[in-house]
């Protein structure tokens, strides 16, 4: 039986306020732990390609409030303005995902 295929495309962006543009630069404060590209670089940090926009801006805000807590996350959100929250959000969930291949198959 020939291996299944599937294909995941997210493209959050249209429902984002942000800008794409300027959310990449912005992404550039967390590239070490996110990457650029959304995908997490170290094992405590989450994957947030493709992640949905207004999920995102929930969490940001909430760690800059100090409602959600992590020790990376303290020292960064606090410098984020509401425009660059808006723009990473914007820029994260426009970053398509694709999966190739189910583990197992």
Same mark, same amino acid.
């Given at each position: 039986? %020939?291996?299944?295929?599937? #294909?995941?495309?997210?493209?959050?962006?249209? $429902?984002?306020?942000?800008?794409? &543009?300027?959310?990449?630069?912005? *992404?550039? &404060?967390?590239?070490?732990?996110?990457?650029?590209?959304?995908?997490? &670089?170290?094992?405590?940090? %989450? =994957?947030? +390609?493709?992640?949905? +926009?207004?999920?995102?801006?929930?969490?940001? =805000? *909430?760690?800059?409030? *100090?409602?959600?807590? =992590? $020790?990376?996350?303290?020292? !960064? +959100? %606090?410098?984020?303005? %509401?425009? $660059? !929250?808006?723009? #990473? *959000?914007?820029?994260?969930?426009?970053?398509? !995902?694709? !999966? &190739?291949?189910?583990?197992?198959?």
């Amino acid at each position: 039986m %020939p291996s299944l295929v599937f #294909l995941l495309m997210m493209h959050g962006g249209a $429902d984002a306020q942000g800008d794409v &543009k300027a959310g990449r630069a912005t *992404a550039q &404060k967390c590239e070490a732990c996110h990457g650029l590209d959304g995908l997490a &670089k170290i094992a405590e940090a %989450p =994957n947030l +390609a493709g992640q949905n +926009a207004q999920y995102l801006i929930e969490q940001l =805000n *909430a760690f800059k409030s *100090a409602e959600r807590k =992590n $020790d990376m996350m303290s020292l !960064i +959100a %606090p410098t984020l303005s %509401p425009r $660059d !929250i808006e723009d #990473l *959000a914007a820029y994260y969930s426009a970053i398509e !995902i694709s !999966i &190739k291949k189910l583990p197992g198959e």
